[in-house]
């Protein structure tokens, strides 16, 4: 839906950009008909500031489309691209106005000219009243009923502008093509009068949210047409109103942009940042461990552009025994990648503590997340003990992905292990809640685990990559040893997305039992018996 809006609003956008194009073409095409020499000099300046100025709203839409900080599914944008198409709206509805007064065989267009020039006035209010609220991010009761309000009165107000065409109580044109004021003409002002007011007091209440020079030009935006009106009052044929606007809506578009800007360099650094905890908790020495030959591991950690919570680590408990681990923590940023290392740390300082199995383990780890989680984070993580002397594993899975597993020289199949609860959501649990897997590992055999970052991948046709593809991908590469075979995945997972972002961290570890020479030879032996 929100892809749909955007692309509809940059849509409308183009459009509007080339509309205000030909308006200029169309006023430059009137002003030659008319001539200039027929023209009130008080008129063509008018004339000429306002066609300046709708050049420049045209300049200003395209230079917008092509600004990167310009995001269409950020409602602050959406009503400032709403001022922009009003204000070139009522620039050329204006000019118009003065270049076809006067005239009686153009009379019906003033008469069309004027009456678009009062509506741009309502709906331009309104989208700065809109656009003012979404930016100071205020969404209290007395807003949302405002907003209504604000609804109705510009419905009413437009309807009224509608039938001044029949009742001529606001302005008329007269036989001879010229435009007058009404006696009812101060009713048309009512509703832009009160809007101005109601802005004015917002910016009044949460002027702390603004800084000095945004709390001016919003004051100014709202108060400049009405000086400049004062200001011309007594030159009838100058009127500046919405090159006034304008002029604020290019001061409102820049200090919009710098505050963007800014706020893109603080996103940016907070990533790094989190990217950079994150990446110096996870092993990256290989071979993890030299020493032991009973074993070869690799794992690898590739990040979306929003930093998330993945972790994996390994780590030896004791003389004969390591300690895999893989788990994803909800939430993105810097929160996220604190709370892994949080999780990291428990998690390692249980295991080696020697006596626990890995469901006292996420017990524990699991009671020691719940104190003090206000932001409530949770963890899915799968815990593996290895006794690499003998292939004795032992497993937990707090409600992680499925481990896939190969063997017997069988292929990879998903191992459906019994899942506890997510570490951090519920306190209070024993190793009870958590069901172990416990099996022996032959030479040859391995075990594959990952985040939900590769399953979840999807492609242009909004396919996810899923398990049935990661355990293709496996058996494709059965023979390669860890590091390879994490390296096709990849590959594989890229060349299924194509093009598409990846939006979450892929997390991948895979350990090949090669056992005991003794083990290997006994193994030998069995295979042999059945051949």
């Known amino acids: 839906m929100e892809k749909v809006l955007r692309k509809r609003l940059l849509f409308l956008h183009r459009v509007t950009e080339w509309i205000i194009f030909a308006e200029v073409i169309l006023l430059g095409i009137a002003l030659w008909h008319r001539s200039i020499y027929r023209i009130s000099p008080l008129y063509l300046v008018t004339v000429s500031v306002e066609m300046m100025a709708l050049t ?20 602050n944008t959406q009503y400032f691209v709403g001022m922009l198409m009003v204000c070139g ?21 003033v008469v069309a000219s004027n009456t678009t020039y009062y509506l741009a006035g309502s709906f331009m209010i309104y989208f700065f009243w809109r656009y003012l609220a979404t930016y100071l991010q205020i969404e209290t009761k007395v807003i949302k009923y405002a907003t209504r309000l604000m609804i109705l009165g510009r419905v009413i107000s437009n309807f009224l502008i509608v039938l001044n065409l029949f009742y001529g109580y606001y302005f ?29 007091t917002i910016v009044i209440m949460e002027r702390g949210k603004m800084t000095k020079v945004e709390i001016i030009t919003v004051i100014c935006y709202l108060m400049g047409p009405y000086i400049a009106q004062i200001a011309t009052m007594n030159s009838y044929g ?30 940016t650094r907070e990533l790094k940042l989190a990217s950079d905890i994150q990446e110096s908790a ?67 300082n249980y295991a080696q503590n020697g006596n626990l199995s890995p469901a006292e383990v996420l017990a524990a780890t699991n009671n020691s997340l719940c104190e003090n989680n206000s932001s409530d984070y949770f963890v899915t993580l799968w ?33 459906k292990d019994k899942h506890g ?11 009870k809640n958590y069901k172990m897997e416990e ?85 030998a032996e069995v295979v042999a018996s059945e051949a």
């Open 383 to 415: 815990l593996g003990f290895l006794d690499y002397k003998t292939g004795y594993l032992v497993t937990a899975n707090a409600g992680h992905e499925y481990p896939m597993i190969r063997r017997s020289r069988k292929g990879f199949e998903l191992f």
């Open 439 to 523: 099996f022996y590992l032959n030479p040859g055999d391995k075990i594959f685990v990952y985040t939900d970052g590769i399953a979840e991948s999807i492609n242009n046709r909004n396919e996810q990559f899923g398990t049935d593809r990661i355990r293709a991908s496996l058996n494709r590469h059965e023979k390669s040893n860890p590091r390879e075979t994490i390296d096709a995945m990849w590959l594989d997972l890229q060349l299924f997305i194509g093009d598409v972002p990846q939006f979450d961290d892929v997390t991948m570890l895979q350990l090949e039992y090669k056992g005991t020479k003794d083990k290997e030879q006994s193994e």
């Open 56 to 75: 420049c709203v045209s300049i200003l839409g395209f230079c917008s489309r092509a600004d990167e900080n310009f995001q269409y599914k950020d409602k």
């Open 421 to 431: 609860v997510p570490l951090a959501s519920l306190e209070g649990l024993t190793y």
């Open 282 to 348: 996870l092993p990256s020495t290989f071979p993890a461990f030299p020493d032991i030959e009973e074993i070869d591991l690799y794992a690898c950690m590739k990040p979306a552009k929003e930093v998330g919570g993945d972790f994996y680590d390994f780590f030896e408990i004791d003389d004969h025994r390591i300690a895999l681990v893989m788990a994803d923590v909800s939430g993105k940023g810097i929160p996220a990648a604190l709370f892994m290392m949080i999780a990291k740390t428990l998690i390692k």
């Open 89 to 109: 709206m009522g620039l050329f509805a204006d000019a118009m106005c003065w270049i076809l007064d006067g005239v009686p065989r153009f009379r019906y267009l």
């Open 238 to 267: 100058l009127s500046f109103t919405f090159p006034v606007v304008f002029i604020f809506i290019l001061i409102i578009y820049s200090v919009m942009n710098v505050q963007k800007s800014k706020n893109q360099a603080m996103t």
């Open 172 to 200: 008329y044109v007269d036989e001879t093509g010229t435009y007058h004021r009404a006696d009812g003409f101060i009713y048309s002002q009512l509703y832009l009068i009160i809007a101005v007011f109601s802005c004015l």
